[in-house]
């Protein structure tokens, strides 16, 4: 049975590059080893890095004055990370809680005892739209945390908000590559690549360089500057994720790029979207402007009839589509790799659902 998966992550792969991947492993670039088996300290592995950079670099068309760090740790470590590395003036951040893992980043932040100032959250509205950001005082904080896209709240922000000389520090791991920015408008960009970009165990960071070496003596495996001084091999990278991420970026770039990208992601969220919006039976509860082009959450408003709905998706090949368990009923992840047909095939599960369940009430 042919299965689309709308895991919000660690999610779908192109399939190309699953093939790829098959095609590579038993003896990687002609060298007898699988990647598994190589060296971080080979040419064979140099070229892998390199290229996975620059391919990135090329990807958001972010000025020479950016580096691109490769960390362990997940994206939960960088709101350690960043922190220790940039609030070293104010020792105060700012931060708009959008949700999850928003307070997520406040809670770790304040964990080191900086301060962290929540400008607006809308938590009271359950994250249904986005906090706004009205005059951010100047020389005050030593950035602004947002999180672009918010995987469970189903959130994404279509305008990013004017900080004026206050760094942008932007949580994009779940629309990483999947919607376009005008990326230079980033202090620093920090993901967890398993949700566009390949595999758990990378956390891909790129910062301006003014950002870089602010605080000294900081612990060796989250400080920027030796990450950037060490071309991200202070000790042993996550090899086999580095190179996943490397053949994605380059599916990226095959397919055309981020604008492509979003092209096609606002396709299948439409489809998605338009239909719900349309529907007697299901809501998408969030407000139209703020919705999230890769994680479609929706209800029925009846547990379970959600619950039911799930178990009938997965029985046809439509996997992973429950919802979070702090919001409940469904979620949809419609990450770069989920192709056009494999909305067209859930939209038509849904419309058949609803049908038979308004033919039996
Ligand atoms: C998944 C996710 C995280 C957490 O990433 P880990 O790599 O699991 O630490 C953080 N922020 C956002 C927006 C996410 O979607």
Not at 80 to 92: C, I, Q, S, V, Y
Not at 193 to 206: D, E, F, M, R, S
Not at 231 to 241: H, Q
Request: hydrophobic content about 40%.
């Amino acid at each position: 049975m042919v299965v689309y998966n709308f895991s919000a992550g660690p999610a779908v792969l192109p399939t190309e590059v699953i093939k790829r991947i098959k095609e590579d492993l038993p003896s990687f670039d002609n060298s007898g080893m699988s990647v598994m088996e190589i060296s971080h300290r080979s040419n064979l592995f140099d070229e892998v890095i390199d290229q996975a950079q620059q391919d990135l670099k090329e990807l958001l068309q972010v000025p020479d004055d950016y580096h691109v760090l490769f960390f362990q740790g997940g994206c939960t470590l960088q709101f350690t990370a960043a922190p220790l590395n940039l609030a070293t003036e104010h020792k105060k951040i700012a931060l708009l809680d959008s949700g999850h893992w928003a307070d997520r980043a406040r809670d770790e932040a304040s964990r080191l005892g900086i301060e962290v100032d929540v400008i607006d959250s809308t938590k009271n509205l359950h994250y249904t739209q986005l906090p706004a950001l009205k005059d951010l005082p100047q020389d005050t904080y030593d950035y602004l945390h947002i999180t672009t896209n918010n995987t469970i709240e189903g959130t994404a922000y279509n305008r990013l908000p004017k900080t004026g000389n206050t760094p942008l520090v932007a949580d994009l791991s779940s629309n990483f590559l999947a919607q376009d920015y005008d990326f230079s408008k980033f202090d620093l960009m920090m993901v967890g690549a398993q949700k566009n970009v390949g595999i758990a165990g990378l956390t891909i960071v790129v910062v301006k360089d003014d950002l870089i070496g602010k605080a000294k003596n900081l612990p060796s495996m989250i400080d920027y500057e030796l990450f950037a001084k060490k071309n991200s091999m202070f000790n042993t990278p996550p090899v086999f994720a580095i190179y996943v991420a490397g053949l994605v970026l380059k599916w990226v770039k095959e397919q055309g790029g981020v604008k492509e990208m979003d092209r096609r992601n606002r396709k299948k969220s439409d489809l998605l979207y338009d239909f719900l919006d349309d529907s007697k039976l299901f809501t998408a509860p969030v407000m139209k402007q703020d919705r999230s082009l890769t994680n479609v959450p929706f209800v029925t408003g009846k547990p379970e009839l959600d619950q039911e709905l799930i178990q009938q998706a997965s029985e046809v090949g439509l996997l992973n589509i429950k919802g979070h368990r702090s919001v409940g009923g469904m979620r949809a992840s419609l990450y770069n790799a989920m192709p056009y047909i494999g909305v067209e095939k859930l939209v038509d599960f849904l419309n058949k659902f609803e049908k038979d369940y308004w033919g039996k009430h």
